[in-house]
């Protein structure tokens, strides 16, 4: 059963009531503000009235993934795609899928009206970017994208931190081998009577009795001869 509708005109209010609400209305100035300024602050007001529960959700939303786009990604470049036909786009599509990434898109009303004010000849005008965790301009973007993959970096690092272990070992390894051949030349010689040794592995008392026999054999031709 539905429910009817009361087309009944309201009583008027008793003669108290009637004073009271001529009292209580409030007496405002006059607005002086230029029009211009009025229609905007009635637009602004319309504006926010419009906005529902639902659209700042949404954002939050938004504004969430994002975030969790940022942080869970080690490189994010972002890009200012240009009008281009469908097959172009689907050519990007393809070679960004091939590449390992993905493509997400934001609607960005200030920077498409923007753009107008550009002249760019690129399909997309890389910007920036986040590259392990830090933000790069488009030359940072550039010189990061000109570096060999993460696979050859880790070789040549390997290979530099090998060779510089490998020649302290040798360099080690030297001094052990000259000095275990001096210890071994020290102890053969010692072994053949050569008496005292020096630093340098040579016998002390031979040099000496070498001139004392050429000094025996100088004085003996000199007494044949007199």
Not at 9 to 21: T, V
Not at 148 to 165: F, H, K, Q, W, Y
Not at 179 to 189: D, H, M, Y
Request: charged fraction near 25%; hydrophobic fraction near 35%; charge should be positive.
């Amino acid at each position: 059963m539905g429910v009817k509708t009361n087309i009944q005109k309201p009583r008027m209010p008793w003669i108290e009531r009637r004073i009271l609400n001529a009292v209580t209305v409030p007496l405002l100035p006059p607005d002086l503000r230029p029009l211009p300024q009025k229609c905007q602050e009635e637009k602004q007001a319309k504006e926010n009235a419009c906005r529902s529960e639902l659209q700042e959700a949404y954002e939050a939303f938004r504004t969430k993934d994002t975030w969790h786009m940022l942080s869970q990604n080690k490189m994010v470049a972002i890009c200012h795609i240009l009008p281009m036909t469908s097959r172009d786009f689907f050519n990007v599509r393809v070679k960004v899928h091939n590449a390992g990434m993905k493509l997400k898109f934001a609607n960005n009303k200030w920077a498409r009206s923007v753009t107008v004010m550009f002249i760019m000849h690129a399909q997309s005008k890389r910007a920036g970017g986040l590259v392990e965790d830090r933000i790069l301009s488009r030359a940072g973007m550039q010189d990061a994208a000109k570096l060999p993959p993460l696979d050859i970096m880790r070789g040549e690092l390997l290979t530099i931190l090998s060779a510089s272990a490998g020649k302290t070992s040798r360099l080690l390894g030297r001094h052990q081998t000259e000095l275990s051949a001096n210890l071994a030349q020290l102890v053969k010689q010692q072994s053949e009577g050569y008496g005292d040794v020096d630093s340098a592995g040579q016998d002390k008392d031979a040099p000496q009795a070498a001139a004392v026999e050429d000094g025996g054999s100088n004085s003996t031709g000199e007494e044949k001869e007199s």
